[in-house]
DNA sequence: GAGAGCGTAACGGTTACGTCA
DNA sequence: AATGACGTAACCGTTACGCTC
């Protein structure tokens, strides 16, 4: 689908994709603005490309929930990824929220318990390492780190930290599904039994896990409460569900990722409907121009007494109508001109552009 | 059985923020 | 108070595995 926005002079145009992130990747790159919109369809999803303005407006004009197409056309001021996230009824203030604000002091608050925990875990890995000396065989699966680390490639050896971290949780969690005679890191252990595979470059793989339905609902339980947790509740929880703690991590952050592509292509038809309405408005009254061109043409002396156009605004929202209602208003309008001389009735005002 | 398509677990890179020296 | 180092967590894009058809 096509879509041409016209922001002053400099029309521009992009794709709608299937894929919501990328569409709005599209946006960005080929027009540079973000829209916000809303409306029913725009449900408690979150979204960091979607932002909303004139919520003022909103609180001052009329009911929020009203069925108004409102595209906000917003130059775009990415706000860093990590910033707080602007509360979703602030951007989107006509939606009732779930619970998607983090708990208050959840995450970074506690960093430092996490640090104190990932030290612990961390410092048991390097001794595990230390004695079996086989740091390098404990690399993560698809990692391309080799045993030999460029000490300034500080990410790469914070990664190397957390994946003996993992290794060493997995570790622990083999040994504790081999004592109920499970099957090693994965929780099912159904067909794989935690093995991992050496590859030829001589790094073990761990087969990837699929969460059982159990593991999952808990997990979207837990989603539907916070989106985000906390380090002690991320362990508990890995506890409760036999996981690596870097398993409920991974979790969340896909979860939340998939809740954020499931928004963008919500709004992404939400805003293909946007545009058919708004074309097929167009269309309307692009006839309707040219009908009352061909009007004052032939007849030249009404043109005295008609409105140059139907645009009519409400009093109430201070909002330009264009819907079928605000067109027989404007009708009406026009008759009552031709016969009596006189404005249309107070009910709309006729304004000319 | 092979392969395409899809869902998703997992990873690598980046960034922001908090803490500490 | 300002600053740099460090650790942590969140996010994004991508990869690859497991499953279904």
Redesign the pocket.
Known sequence: MELALSLGDTPKSFSFLDKG?AAI?RVKNDVGFCMGIGGPLAKDFES?QIRSLGDERENTRGSSDEPVVQLDLLPLCPV????P?VPLELRLPWLLTRNLSSEPG???AQ??G??VL??VSLAAADKRSEDGGASASLS??????SSFQNPLD???D??RKR?LE?ISICTNNERDTERRGGGGCSSRGR??EGEGEEKENGFMTQ?????SKEQ?AILEDRFREHN??N?KQKLDLAKQLNLRS??V???F??R???T?LKQTEVDCEYLKRCYETLTEENRRLQKEVHELKVLNTSQPFYNKLLPATTLTMCFSCERVATTAAAAAAATAAINTARTTRHTAANAATTTTY
């Open positions: 992130s990747n960091d860093p990824r990590n910033q996230a959840s995450s970074k960093g430092r996490a640090e990932n030290r993560s699966p698809s990692s391309t780190i500080l990410s790469v914070r990664r994946d993992t067909d794989h087969k990837k896990l699929r969460l999952s985000t947790l380090p870097r398993q991590e991974v979790w952050q896909n939340r990722a998939r954020k």
